[in-house]
């Protein structure tokens, strides 16, 4: 069947009563079913209440749009509480087995499904409703601002100094030395561009002291780097974005440290020393490592004394920069999914769970994120982090879908010439080819297994510090559909610095490039400017882009159609990327659309065709666009 002709649910407020339910609360749930799907005898919720399942049978609540609605309450007997429906079909004649069909996150099926696919409620504190509202940006301050102050300052050993206007070298040692002298008070001095685009969140990459230009290898957790003017260029900045309305969040390297950092040299120099525990030592004072990196020794999360520093209490470096006069609010954690990780060891539960806990007492509308660049569902659980960056989710298919890389050659760390396109790290040699078709599968593959409040939570970023810049390699006419796409899915977009100005970059370091002030009315970067500032608009606009419900509509090689959903409006959103010169053409049935008004669809954004006849909506388009169309919202019996 056609993805609009399927039963529907998810976590939005059309089908969940509440996202942040208690323990023992009852909440209620509501399934809608196409009028033309075969007969339902019964509609049943499954729970799995202490891993034994429970049924709640639903009532039919009649019939809106084309569509029969079916309500169950159910009560919330664990922190993760998974349901799932169950449909029971009228028999195919006397006597016959009844057919059985269940509905979970990964869609509508015949036999039995995994339970980590259920839909999920979350008895468990709720992320501030700011996280959902907003539009972040990453910023890396080496490279994006420089004050008058940035001039006064002594480098320290490992600076490789370099002029505004100079070029990112990627060849080591200049890769992580080289140093422009971008700092805090050069971020608050910009806070006019950020407002102009209309972001919400800013996110920093480490602003602790270290001896590099990343500074993921600090060497103390208690001190903001001079070099980017100190914790009172801290306070200044986050003063001024807060009077903007603006949240900043900060970076934590919570699975090591630099070799430089105070622990470090105190655990190296006094063997019986407290910190001697926070790191993997052996015998022969040897010790565990980042992948090795002996500048980032790993941190052994058995020690208490580590646990009572870094993370926990009222008195730990978490805490300490959400206080005041810091006053930060959130933290995305750096090597989130290795953070307690170390062959028979796995503590990072027990990490999490204390740092969730130690912010939601110190600042409960805090949020926390958690890098975790691969397939991060083991650990979404909804028991600690909010969102995450992780990469299969949105970014990686998008880029097989979207690429079309020309071979441009570039340096790697190492000084040796590449010209396959760098890929997330992977040794496949190039971008691997992938369709809309493919990309709307690995939306539903990795997402399906997450809570639907978390799956908000999730970062959408095009590129980020760690890698190459999407424009360096996107196909003609397809940043407008990426971008497009990144602000309409369910997920919270994540600009990095640059972005809208056009940058490329070949790598995670070659991205990385100091922003262009003096190019910002250039003819091509107003352009990409426009379009950013367009786009956030819509999501900032209209509510349902934010936490509304999402159904696929159509998808084919070429397009993805899908539907974001409320009871006050819907969109109707189409992201095509045939050949430039293509013509894409598909039709739907009206009716799919939960609305008796198709006449005069309000055009949102974007240039493609739309028409009705005879009950069919045709979508028409030549070459990549990104459509967005506004029609009434969902009618409930």
Same mark, same amino acid.
């Given at each position: ?7 529907? &649910? ?70 993760? &509480? ?57 910023? #890396? /301050? ?19 100094? *370099? ?9 080591? /040692? ?62 200044? !900045? ?85 206080? /005041? ?68 989710? #949105? ?6 879908? !979207? ?35 493919? #990309? ?39 940043? /407008? ?78 397009? @993805? @159609? ?8 819907? !969109?109707?959103?189409?992201? *095509? ?35 009705? #006849? ?24």
């Amino acid at each position: 069947m056609t993805p609009q002709a399927l039963p529907h &649910h998810d976590g939005s407020l059309l089908h969940v009563s509440t996202q942040a339910p208690a323990l023992g609360d009852r909440v209620s749930v509501r399934l809608r079913v196409p009028q033309q799907y075969p007969t339902l005898r019964k509609v049943i919720v499954r729970s799995n209440p202490d891993h034994e399942p429970h049924w709640d049978s639903a009532q039919h609540l009649g019939s809106a749009q084309g569509w029969d609605w079916w309500q169950a309450e159910i009560t919330v007997a664990n922190p993760d &509480h998974g349901y799932r429906w169950m449909l029971v079909h009228d028999a195919a004649g006397a006597g016959s087995s009844p057919t059985v069909e269940w509905v979970n996150q990964s869609g509508t099926h015949r036999g039995e499904v995994l339970d980590a696919y259920d839909f999920r409620l979350l008895a468990r504190p709720a992320p501030p409703e700011w996280l959902y509202d907003s539009v972040m940006y990453q910023i #890396f /301050p080496d490279r994006f601002a420089r004050s008058d102050g940035a001039d006064s300052r002594t480098l320290p050993d490992w600076a490789q100094p *370099a002029e505004w206007e100079d070029p990112v070298n990627p060849v080591m /040692p200049a890769r992580v030395c080289q140093f422009y002298g971008g700092d805090l008070d050069g971020i608050a001095e910009r806070l006019d561009h950020l407002d102009s685009l209309g972001v919400q969140i800013l996110y920093l990459t480490p602003f602790f002291p270290a001896a590099s230009n990343h500074r993921y290898d600090a060497s103390s957790f208690t001190r903001v780097d001079p070099l980017l003017g100190g914790e009172k260029a801290l306070i200044r !900045l986050v003063e001024a974005a807060h009077a903007r309305g603006m949240k900043v969040i900060g970076d934590l390297t919570t699975n090591h440290s630099g070799d430089r950092h105070e622990w470090f040299q105190r655990a190296l120099a006094e063997p019986a020393s407290p910190e001697r525990s926070f790191y993997y030592f052996d015998e022969q004072d040897s010790y565990e490592s980042w992948l090795g990196t002996a500048t980032l020794p790993k941190f052994d999360w058995a020690s208490q004394e580590l646990r009572e520093a870094f993370i926990e209490g009222p008195d730990s470096v978490v805490a300490h920069w959400l206080k /005041p006069p810091f006053n930060l609010d959130g933290w995305r954690i750096d090597v989130a999914n290795m953070t307690g990780r170390l062959g028979e060891v796995d503590l990072n539960a027990e990490v999490r769970r204390i740092l969730r806990r130690t912010m939601d007492e110190v600042k409960p509308d805090s949020i926390l994120l958690a890098e975790s660049t691969n397939d991060a569902t083991s650990d979404l659980t909804g028991d600690a982090w909010h969102g995450a960056m992780t990469y299969p989710s #949105f970014t990686r298919p998008l880029w097989s879908w !979207l690429s079309a890389p020309d071979g441009t050659p570039y340096l790697d760390a190492q000084g040796r010439q590449e010209t396959a396109p760098w890929f997330f790290g992977q040794p496949a040699g190039g971008i691997p080819q992938g369709t809309a078709l493919q #990309f709307a599968a690995a939306l539903e593959r990795f997402n399906s297994p997450i809570p639907w409040r978390i799956r908000l939570g999730n970062m959408h970023p095009l590129d980020t510090h760690d890698t190459a810049r999407f424009a360096q390699n996107a196909a003609p006419g397809t940043v /407008p559909v990426a971008v497009g796409l990144q602000m309409t899915l369910p997920g919270l977009p994540t600009l990095f610095a640059g972005d809208e100005f056009g940058l490329t970059g070949a790598d995670g370091e070659i991205s990385r490039t100091p922003m262009p002030w003096d190019r910002s009315e250039a003819h091509g970067v107003r352009k990409r400017m426009e379009l950013y500032r367009a786009l956030i608009a819509l999501r900032q606009d209209h509510p349902v882009l934010r936490t509304g419900g999402m159904r696929w509509m159509h998808v084919d090689d070429q397009a @993805v @159609v899908f539907l974001r959903e409320s009871e006050q409006e819907s !969109l109707l959103i189409l992201a *095509a990327a045939p050949a430039e010169g293509t013509v894409w053409e598909a039709e739907l049935p009206a009716a799919a659309l939960s609305t008796e008004n198709l006449q005069e669809p309000e055009r949102l954004f974007g240039a493609a065709g739309l028409r009705t #006849f005879n009950g069919t909506l045709t979508l028409g388009v030549q070459g990549p666009a990104f459509t967005v169309w506004r029609f009434p919202g969902v009618v409930l019996p």
